[in-house]
């Protein structure tokens, strides 16, 4: 995964869903959690700029790499559970 | 260690 293919896409928390879901971490044939499905209505298809393919390398400066599915998943959950903040900013990487 | 057999797990959100 270069530099060159990866994408800081902000996601505004405009529904009360993100609308993705996720496979692969640490030990799994897929290391880096891997968007599979987007769902309508949710924040990340409003957000238009998250893609089915893509993989997720960090999540508000959170690096995905390493961690295994349960604890990827945690994190992503919380970042979107948080009243902190009113979005989450995903690092993606396009797979050639 | 082996990877483990979560192979295909997804987690919607």
């Known amino acids: 995964i270069s530099a060159l293919n990866t994408a800081l896409v902000r996601v505004v928390k405009n529904s009360n869903t993100l609308g993705i879901a996720i496979e692969g971490g640490a030990n799994t044939r897929q290391p880096l959690p891997r968007i599979v499905t987007i769902q309508k209505g949710g924040s990340a298809h409003n957000c238009g700029q998250l893609k089915v393919g893509q993989v997720i390398l960090e999540v508000n400066g959170i690096s995905l790499r390493g961690q295994e599915h349960e604890e990827a998943a945690r994190i992503i959950a919380e970042a979107f559970k948080t009243k902190e903040k009113d979005h989450i900013d995903f690092l993606v990487a396009e797979l050639g | ?13």
């Open chain 2, 1 to 13: 260690s082996p990877p483990k057999d979560y192979e295909d797990e997804v987690t919607f959100f």
